[in-house]
């Protein structure tokens, strides 16, 4: 019954799990492995056999022994015992896989993997949906046992993953925490390293502890600053020729009979139904006015403005790119290898193409003045901005010009 849960879920969301495990051979070994996962075999076997002084048949069983003792102690409720599930916090079976492995590890695994303080079990526990699975220490656990034999190869160091996933998803389990656990895994603990879609753990400390540490260490004006240079480089040539990108006074926008596009800056938010906004007042003003002159041209102009609810993912993206760019920029100082210069830039390439998205699913906010006749008050609309193709200044143009 529990293998037919274990199949489903891996046929259903195979994109999500090795080829292999689809498979009635794969079955098979699930039914003779029970109630081990046949994932925790094929990393002892196949990974720790590989070091010295692990004997296959002695060392499997003897591990083993400690785990189930363990499990069996906590009343564990896992369908399986899978590599997520191993209670390294358990001084017997801690004691028991560490004996392997250099003397380094203790510390990496009460730091970032299952310690009464690990980072994963803070991670667990700042967040409910995490929590609820223990989807931090579980991810922790399957990367270590999938990688730490192997950790000084030349090649192929840790494990993809799709076996991160099939080492600690169980049926009834929400990917997307697992997912999440991974994200932010990546970057707040100090012993894990990622390139491409592998993870492992290293005795050395990576650079994304110092990557969170930077990001959070900007001041809100220079995350401000970068974003207003990204819209300032975006191009709108031969789209709209009235294009005002972000001005800080009113003299900034002409007062003419020209139909002209007013990008707001992220200092001035919009929210839904957001009639006393930052960014509605800003548009007021300006309407008002063009430097100390009355605006005579009111209907002309068409604000842009920021959401502020898309505002703090915006924030967190451009954090994330300055401070990979930033340790980019201190490589000496840093004393950073070639490994670690090209898993920042390859950070770096990943943060700027968040920023970029998060950057056009922030701006969608069109803001304009509306008068019902020519007696009744002035008022100010907001209509979304559809997404599609091409920046948010393109689609804007294109929605507000039909």
């Not at 139904?273 to 003003?285: D, L, P, Q, V």
Request: hydrophobic fraction near 35%; aromatic fraction near 8%; charge should be neutral.
């Amino acid at each position: 019954s529990v293998v037919n849960m274990f199949m489903k879920m891996y046929q259903d969301d195979s994109v999500q799990f090795p080829n292999k495990v689809q498979t009635s051979e794969y079955k098979d070994k699930m039914i003779s492995c029970y109630p081990i996962h046949p994932e925790l075999f094929d990393r002892l076997y196949e990974d720790w056999s590989t070091l010295d002084r692990f004997q296959k048949t002695r060392g499997v069983l003897r591990l083993m022994a400690a785990v189930i003792h363990e499990l069996w102690i906590q009343g564990d409720n896992n369908l399986l015992i899978m590599p997520g599930t191993i209670p390294l916090l358990s001084a017997n079976v801690r004691n028991e896989i560490l004996k392997y492995l250099p003397e380094q590890w203790p510390a990496v695994v009460d730091l970032d993997i299952d310690g009464e303080n690990s980072n994963t079990k803070d991670i667990d526990a700042k967040f409910s949906n995490l929590g609820k699975y223990q989807a931090s220490r579980k991810v922790g656990r399957a990367i270590f046992l999938g990688s730490a034999p192997s950790v000084h190869q030349a090649t192929a160091r840790g494990i993809e993953e799709v076996h991160i996933r099939l080492a600690s998803i169980q049926p009834g389990d929400n990917f997307a925490a697992y997912s999440d656990a991974l994200r932010r895994m990546s970057s707040q603990l100090t012993y894990l390293y990622n390139e491409d879609t592998r993870y492992w753990y290293d005795t050395r400390p990576s650079i994304n502890r110092t990557a969170s540490e930077r990001a959070d260490s900007f001041e809100n004006h220079k995350i401000i600053s970068e974003v207003e240079d990204r819209v300032q480089s975006l191009s709108t040539h031969r789209l709209f020729k009235g294009v005002h990108r972000l001005p800080a006074t009113s003299s900034d926008v002409p007062d003419d009979q020209n139909t002209r596009i007013v990008i707001i800056s992220p200092k001035f938010l919009h929210h839904r139904n957001g009639n006393e906004s930052k960014a509605i007042e800003f548009s007021k003003n300006l309407l008002e006015s063009r430097g100390t002159s009355p605006r005579y041209y009111k209907n002309a102009l068409i604000f842009i403005a920021p959401d502020k609810l898309q505002w703090d993912s915006l924030e967190e993206s451009v954090r994330d790119y300055l401070a990979w760019e930033s340790i980019l920029n201190d490589t000496e100082v840093l004393n950073l290898d070639a490994g670690s210069v090209r898993q920042a830039n390859k950070k770096k390439e990943i943060a700027n193409k968040t920023v970029i998205d998060r950057v056009n699913e922030t701006f969608i906010w069109a803001i304009y003045p509306n008068q019902e006749n020519g007696t009744s008050q002035l008022e100010m609309k907001s209509e979304k901005i559809r997404s599609g193709d091409g920046h948010f200044i393109q689609r804007a143009v294109s929605q507000l010009s039909k």
